[in-house]
């Protein structure tokens, strides 16, 4: 059976709005108040900035704003990580997970469908 390449696109756009809807639920809700000494608040508004970005990338002709906040939401699931690494991690690796994915094939595959 030969793959569906002419769903690629829609693939594509379904995990930009997953991602969209996801960084909307985990981050965007529970935003820290503007506490700027806070570490989560710059993970919260990074995410929020690069998921809107990957969105926005989607309509552009050119890759490069795709494949940078592809690199971005893929490297911050990475820093929570390696910044959570003590605590126990088995119950939100998969919080890291779906993250990390969209961002790395996004980066690979900037709007190349």
Known sequence: MKPFKSGSIVAAWLLRMTILWFVYEHYFKGFPGFDLKSFSFYIHAAYLVFAVMLVAGGFMQKPSLTVLSGL????????????????????????????????????TAGNDN
Request: zero cysteines.
């Open 72 to 107: 971005f939401i893929f490297i911050l699931p990475i820093v929570q990580l390696i910044h959570a690494f003590p605590k126990d991690l088995k119950p939100v690796v998969l919080l890291y997970l779906l993250p990390l994915s969209v961002g790395f094939y996004f980066f």
